[in-house]
């Protein structure tokens, strides 16, 4: 991972968005400019890049030691003892971070206690959330290849569970024993929250595992990840539990064929929202329409969802190194709901699907 060529590519873009710097705290940008996973806490700690592509970080003295050897920035530290106060004027001399200075950040990612900080210094504060992310939405090989391990993860930790489900099992617990097998195949932690949705709780697109224990002939919704190398998977299926009715069926293949369609659909040039439509136009002819409430998809990389948004009116065309979503489902209230979701990169002249597990109905 060359991160400071990350940081020269930044710098390119700053005096055309007419920043001097941009600031970020601990979060995936931070970690795609320097390779350092650091923790959002109490504690002050920031990281800078100016136009020269020089970056500078601020951090409590006990982080110190955790950062890597060969890193390639200059450091103001701290101690609990002392406070930052001293370390944030060594972080702006460092960048030259003065009151001439605009500064960009990211307004889903910066809070206001970072914020009044650097307004102290007197910089005028610049929301550019779209100079980062547009920068993070075409992977490198070594993103893409930390991405396939993750996949690979989540297809593994699915493929130990399967066998261990059966009618009666509880919401909770199959969310636990997804989540021991992402760690046991490697995941370093739960980039989102768990959902299963049992019978018609799966009909709440982001519902929350409960005690409520799986019934005979009821759909099961997983949508789970996993996260090797700082890089995310997001996998989504739905299974079967014992004979499920006719209108369950019908209702799940018409989801598999949407987001087979979607996934073929994706190649250089194709618009974000081309396939978004390509995949509603499969479950509207199903009359299903009204039941698919969100948008196809969305990014993959350091975080769950990043851009870009496959969503209907996004004309963003595909490039080569694009990761996300395609992910289908519909939500029949009180009922049942379904779900079919792969992360796809795209190649020279088409994609590549990264999640395997199987996408035909499995009956338990």
Known sequence: ?????????????????????????????????????AHLSE?????????????????????????????????????????????????????????????????????????????????????????????????????????????????????????????GVSELEIAAELEYRLRQAGSEGLPFATIVGSGPRGALPHGSPSARKTRPGELVVLDYGATVGGYVADITRTLAFSDPDDRSVRAYDAVRRAQAAGVAACRPGVTLDRIDRTVREVIEQAGLGRYFTHRTGHGLGLEAHEPPSVVQGNETALREGMVFTIEPGVYLPDAFGIRIEDDVAVTADGVEVLTAFPRELIVL
């Open 1 to 37: 991972m060359d991160t400071s060529r990350r940081a020269q590519r930044l710098a390119a873009l700053l005096e055309k968005r007419g920043l001097t710097h941009l600031v970020a705290a601990p979060g995936a940008t931070f970690r795609y400019l320097t390779g350092v996973a």
């Open 43 to 167: 504690r002050l700690t920031l990281c800078g890049v100016g136009r020269d592509g020089a970056v500078a970080l601020l951090v409590p003295e006990l982080e110190l030691s955790g950062l890597p050897a060969d890193g390639k920035w200059s450091v103001a530290a701290y101690t609990d003892a002392a406070g930052p106060v001293q370390a944030v004027d060594e972080f702006a001399r460092l960048l030259g971070l003065s009151d001439k200075s605009a500064v960009g950040y990211e307004e889903m990612a910066l809070r206001q206690f970072e914020y009044r900080v650097l307004s102290r210094i007197g910089c005028a504060m610049r929301v550019a959330d779209d100079l980062i992310s547009g920068i993070r939405a075409y992977k490198e090989a070594d993103e893409i290849a930390r991405l396939r391990d993750a996949a690979r993860v989540v297809d593994s930790a699915l493929d130990r569970t399967v066998p261990l489900l059966k009618v």
